[in-house]
């Protein structure tokens, strides 16, 4: 079946270290994108990507960093650098032009 | 980013309507969204809107849209327990290439 797959639903980290957050879409969709959501805060966009090797900066971009190697992959990395990074992180995909986008079913990262 | 506001809680009774609703900031939106959010997963599209419309209806759901206002709401009729999520609206800016922007999301509690 189509759809966008988040990997590892759960994840730990111990603080000072790098992780790197899975997205893998089988739809064909050339835009993707990356949030994270905090209660009360809603859903804030980190990175996104309108193509393969090309992607831009959204409006919490600090401590993370993405590659749009391929089409159907969009990995985030959070790094050390990022000063609260325990959240819950999800990954979404689109057609472009604003069509529905289509989300993972997330990965909830907590540092320790 | 652009503003989108909600709501942070909602509760209704089983069997009543539900009115979920949303302001938003930027005039440019093409489309606006609401989305669903269950409990540890990733959000699902509910239904949507062209900027160009006034209403959209689809079974239980109703959207209106007052664009002189950039106010956009959500009613559910005969709200049922398995309605209780968040709800969040959402926009794709016309000026921002695929870009979406969410609201805060609403929480809504169903009461049996």
């Known amino acids: 079946d189509g759809g966008i797959t988040q990997s590892p639903k759960y994840l730990f980290r111990k603080e000072g270290q790098n992780v790197t957050l899975s997205c893998e879409q089988n739809?064909?969709?050339?835009?993707m994108y990356w949030y994270r959501q905090d209660p009360g805060q809603g859903l804030r966009l980190i990175y996104y990507?309108?193509?393969?090797?090309?992607?831009q900066k959204g409006d919490i971009a600090e401590g993370y960093s993405v590659s749009r190697e391929k089409k159907e992959s969009f990995p985030l990395t959070v790094t050390s650098a990022q000063k609260n990074p325990t959240a819950f992180y999800l990954c979404?995909?689109?057609?472009?032009?604003?069509?529905?986008?289509?989300f993972g079913q997330g990965t909830r990262l907590t540092v320790v | 980013g652009e503003d989108v506001e909600q709501s942070l809680f909602l509760s209704v009774r089983e069997g009543d309507s539900s009115v979920i609703n949303c302001t938003y900031t930027?005039?440019?939106?093409?489309?606006l969204y609401w989305y669903k959010q269950e409990p540890g997963a990733g959000l699902q599209l509910l239904t949507y809107?062209?900027?160009?419309?006034d209403m959209k209806q689809d079974q239980r759901l109703t959207v209106l849209l007052n664009k002189k206002d950039k106010h956009l709401s959500l009613r559910i009729a005969d709200t049922q327990t398995g309605d209780s999520a968040i709800y969040f609206c959402?926009?794709?800016?016309?000026?921002?290439?695929?870009?979406?922007?969410f609201g805060t999301g609403t929480s809504l509690t169903v009461i049996p």
């Open positions: 959402a926009e794709g800016l016309s000026n921002t290439g695929n870009q979406f922007y």
């Open positions: 739809l064909n969709h050339d835009a």
């Open positions: 990507s309108q193509i393969v090797n090309d992607f």
């Open positions: 930027d005039s440019s939106s093409t489309y």
């Open positions: 809107i062209f900027s160009n419309m």
């Open positions: 979404a995909s689109s057609m472009g032009g604003h069509t529905e986008a289509f």
